[in-house]
């Protein structure tokens, strides 16, 4: 392997990785982005709004008067609607419209169509809705507080992956459950909303305290979660796999066979891709890094703050099976798992 100090020297290596990137077009006019997501055929999708948070949000940072930000912008949402767009070859392709209800909504696509919108954040009511491919409400039901990933797999079952303050679970009761689905940081449903089992946690792996990184590939999902940053592999009936890492605070996760391409970490490091080499069988190996790129993010600007961000936080930062896709400043990259294995991992046998 070629060592991570002397790759970072090497920029000619960063133009070496083989990538997708294209020129996203603008949105219809009178309309906000909330939300970019990647949908199960890698399809763009994005969540937009007729609200104008943005100068809102403008409008309450700039009062020399105290005010209320969740009042006023709770009220906005409630009025508000949302409309979603897919990218399509020229433009967006128009897709339903319907009530906002939340400012913070992630979306992704049922295989036959139908759209499934969850508010990240509630107050104990049912936060996930099934929409008709029309828009038309077929469904309700609870998915707890403090989503931080919503991602559907290859048989229509919905993973949800939560950030810290929804670990404790909150006011969230599930008959049968001591426990809400929550606690575990990563949990599995049918589509109707139901629980299904999922493997326990490996103890081995560490505190999982907040699901950092959260991709679904086939019938499971990767998960790269806070205290450790183990790479973690869920599947329904099988047992729970996992792999030490020195990956810190990764917030985008693809995996294609036993390789893996981990973005984002912290302070600097927010730019970070590496490419990660796993091993058989998965009970507690090292992830071994095989080479590690700097992602094309934009420098933030200069605060005297400690916990200012090095880089512009991009649009999007998110892996959907074997692909890595970053959004930012109006451009879309994309990243596959198996060409950088083919450009760089015999190379670094």
Not at 79 to 100: E, H, K, N, S, Y
Not at 294 to 313: F, G
């Amino acid at each position: 392997m070629i060592p991570i100090a002397e790759v970072q020297q090497c920029e000619h290596i960063w133009a070496m990785l083989p990538s997708t990137t294209s020129l996203l077009s603008p949105i219809p006019a009178g309309w906000q982005v909330l939300h970019h997501a990647i949908l199960s055929d890698g399809t763009l999708a994005l969540v937009t709004t007729d609200v104008d948070f943005a100068s809102e949000w403008e409008l309450i940072l700039a009062s020399d008067t105290p005010v209320d930000p969740p009042s006023r912008i709770e009220q906005l949402y409630k009025i508000g609607r949302a409309r979603l767009l897919t990218r399509a070859a020229g433009g967006w392709q128009d897709g339903p419209v319907f009530p906002l209800e939340t400012a913070h909504p992630l979306i992704d696509r049922f295989s036959d169509g139908r759209w499934l919108v969850v508010a990240s954040r509630t107050r104990s009511e049912p936060n996930a809705r099934v929409l008709a491919p029309d828009g038309a409400l077929q469904a309700r039901f609870m998915l707890g507080d403090a989503i931080e990933h919503v991602v559907i797999d290859s048989l229509d079952r919905i993973w949800v992956g939560w950030f810290d303050e929804g670990m404790g679970g909150g006011e969230w009761t599930v008959p049968g459950m001591e426990w809400p689905p929550s606690c575990n940081g990563v949990a599995c449903f049918a589509p109707d909303g139901a629980v299904i089992e999922m493997p326990s946690w490996p103890e081995e792996a560490g505190l999982i305290a907040d699901c950092y990184a959260l991709t679904v590939v086939g019938s499971g999902v990767w998960a790269s979660p806070y205290t450790d940053f183990p790479i973690v592999r869920f599947v329904p009936g099988q047992p729970a796999r996992w792999w030490r890492s020195e990956l810190t605070g990764p917030k985008a996760i693809a995996v294609d066979g036993m390789h893996a391409l981990v973005a984002g970490g912290y302070g600097d490091d927010a730019a970070r891709l590496t490419l990660v080499r796993l091993q058989e069988p998965g009970d507690g190996q090292d992830a071994g890094m095989v080479i590690t790129w700097r992602m094309p993010l934009r420098a933030a600007l200069p605060v005297q703050n400690e916990w200012a961000p090095v880089w512009e936080p991009p649009a999007l930062l998110a892996g959907r099976g074997d692909t890595l896709h970053l959004i930012d400043d109006g451009k879309w990259h994309q990243w596959r798992v198996a060409d950088a294995v083919t450009a760089f991992g015999d190379a670094m046998e």
